[in-house]
């Protein structure tokens, strides 16, 4: 099974609205972490955001915001007021209690903004 | 400020050669990741150090894939008689553990072969 699922190969939005990218993961582990990391064309993954099994509040940085619903196993990623430079390759990420070094990627989401 | 860099960034190779990539970590990051991510996909875990432990191997890791990071710095990322099948982008991604450690990546090499 996969541990994350990205239901999403494309999303298309507008300049200056929110657009949320979907995130499904599976774990029978009980700590795990999630990540949402973007990929421009230039290759590099940057680190966007983090949510912890335990945290009690949704994850919030910036203009990223993690919508986390635990029965749910969902990770949905909200950006708001996109702007041209969001345009990229989104990953959702998850690593388990159990494995110290390994982080599982979904496919990825490509974002694309338009003016 | 120096992020994680790999080199090179593109490697064009024959079937059968052998090749080797570098990747320089954050400097204080003693946690060291190298991933595979072909066309399409996320990325796949293939190997983690801690200083110069490899404590953890993916069964994506053949006999023909090495890695090694001698100092507890720098690592490097052998593949010995390449295939076609080896051609993807090779991240290298850097971490301090804890809590939501986040990883650091490089910009990748991206290895082709023909």
């Known amino acids: 099974a996969q541990k994350i699922t990205q239901t999403q190969p494309g999303m298309f939005v507008q300049e200056k609205e929110a657009v949320t990218l979907d995130c499904t993961y599976d774990?029978?582990?009980?700590?795990?972490?999630l990540f949402w990391y973007k990929q421009p064309s230039s290759g590099e993954m940057i680190f966007l955001i983090y949510?912890?099994?335990?945290?009690?509040q949704n994850a919030t940085e910036g203009r990223y915001s993690l919508n986390f619903q635990k029965a749910r196993k969902s990770a949905n990623l909200v950006i708001s007021a996109s702007q041209l430079g969001d345009s990229a390759m989104y990953f959702c990420?998850?690593?388990?209690?159990?494995?110290?070094?390994?982080?599982?990627f979904g496919r990825g989401t490509q974002l694309t903004v338009w003016p | 400020d120096t992020g994680v860099s790999q080199d090179p960034r593109h490697k064009i190779t024959k079937r059968g050669q052998n090749v080797t990539f570098r990747c320089d970590p954050i400097?204080?990051?003693?946690?060291l990741y190298w991933y595979r991510q072909t066309l399409g996909q996320g990325p796949e875990f293939l190997t983690y150090f801690q200083n110069e432990a490899q404590l953890e191997k993916s069964r994506l890791l053949s006999d023909r894939f090495s890695a090694e990071r001698p100092k507890g710095s720098f690592s490097t990322l052998e593949i010995q008689r390449t295939e076609q099948g080896d051609s993807a982008m090779y991240l290298c991604?850097?971490?301090?553990?804890?809590?939501?450690?986040?990883?650091?990546f490089g910009s990748g090499t991206q290895l082709s072969v023909l």
């Open positions: 400097s204080e990051h003693n946690r």
């Open positions: 774990t029978s582990d009980p700590s795990y972490g």
């Open positions: 991604a850097s971490s301090l553990p804890g809590t939501g450690e986040k990883l650091f």
């Open positions: 990420a998850m690593r388990e209690g159990s494995t110290l070094g390994r982080l599982y």
């Open positions: 949510q912890g099994s335990y945290d009690q």
